[in-house]
């Protein structure tokens, strides 16, 4: 359960003002101290992060965020961090003192969350200290009324938890749906030098797994050994899953009509709008000198020679529009909310991050009226096989 990738984790994050009890309820959900509980105002800053299992729903994030109502500079970046939380969070627990008779700034919120679309549980802690409660919600939003402090209605926060996470939707599958059982995937996977030693990169082992738990078969070797791959194969894949950064190669060695895709791709399937991200792609064509591009990595890793998103794309970016683009790289949960001046966002493939959180991403791109597409598509309509890797996908229901 530890192992379990943040991206296939369901986000449950905590919002509220300061000292209504996030932390409270936070540390009676994990059964242990994750945050500190203080009676001085504002005692959490940057939003905390615990992995746990929700039986029966199984591995989670919890998170628990600053107070709302935050005051100074400081106080506003800490609000902007709880924002940016929301983006990424599949269920939003709102918590609110039931003892203050104001409640504009959680009607407020409220509005904000329905907007986003996730699914909202509203709790009104410290029923120990009010009289008479008054219904205020303005939305038919689940709600329960607890006291962190004497345990009162903690039983039925978590029961209520459970039931509005086992209505989330489940991370979709990466290959299910495409193929029956004891189909053969090919995988060209050349090791990546910024992978950690002895592991494979996280899209990769991703693939695998899901490919195994669909009951497909699966044939894998790095580039070099392709050839030796094909040789000892007894039957046509029914899918060719490679290495975006190897795709050109690859074609050039399989027969023509061998259906061939990226991991990268794959998970653009799973993550967001697989062929809303192809037209991304193509709208590099529009693109001049001058263009200003986005690449938005969703993690953090140490950059190497010939890094993917600050070398490789933007040099074959500048080949193929006759140079004079302009790129700015964000890198882990930064994301601007204007992205007015750009032209083009380009994603990494999203294994670090949730779908819901992708599809935020998304969702603001196409807001602005921005294309948006990612590392795996980019790479193939550059080298002019965009067409072939996604046409596996073309009749396919998530596309």
Known sequence: MQTTPRSNRLAIAFFGRRNVGKSSLVNALTGQEVSLISPVAGSTADPVQKSMELLPIGPITVIDTAGLDDEGELGAQKIRRAK????????????????????????????????QGGRIL??????????????????????????????????????????????????????????????????????DPQAPKGRLILPQVQVIRDILDHGGLISMAGFDQLETQLKMLSRRPDLVIVDAQVFG?????????????????????????????????????????????????????????????????????????GGGLKFDVMAGNDFPDDLSGYDLVISCGGCMITRGHFMARMKKAMQARLPITNFGLVLAHLNGYLDRAVAVFKHDRMS
Not at 92 to 100: G, P
Not at 279 to 286: L, N
């Open 84 to 115: 940016n939380i929301l983006s990424q969070t599949d269920l939003a627990v709102l918590v609110c003192d039931a003892s203050n008779p104001d409640k504009s700034l959680e009607i407020e919120w409220l509005g904000t969350m329905h907007k």
């Open 122 to 191: 509203v709790v009104e802690n410290k029923i120990d200290q009010a009289g008479e409660i008054q219904d205020w919600l303005p939305l038919a939003v689940p709600k329960v009324r607890v006291s962190a402090a004497t345990g009162e209605g903690m039983d039925l926060f978590k029961d209520a938890l459970v039931a509005l996470a086992a209505q989330s939707p489940a991370e979709p599958s990466l290959v299910a749906g495409l193929f029956p059982p004891e189909s053969l995937f090919m995988l060209v996977a050349p090791q």
């Open 249 to 321: 190669r690859v074609v050039r060695l399989i027969p023509q009509d061998w259906p061939i895709t990226a991991f990268s791709i794959i998970m653009a399937r799973s993550k967001g709008d697989l062929m809303a991200l192809a037209e991304g792609a193509r709208q590099i064509d529009q693109l001049k000198p001058g263009s200003k591009i986005l690449i938005a990595e969703a993690c953090t890793h140490h950059s190497m020679k010939n890094d993917i998103a600050r070398e490789q794309i933007p040099r074959l970016m500048n080949e193929k529009t």
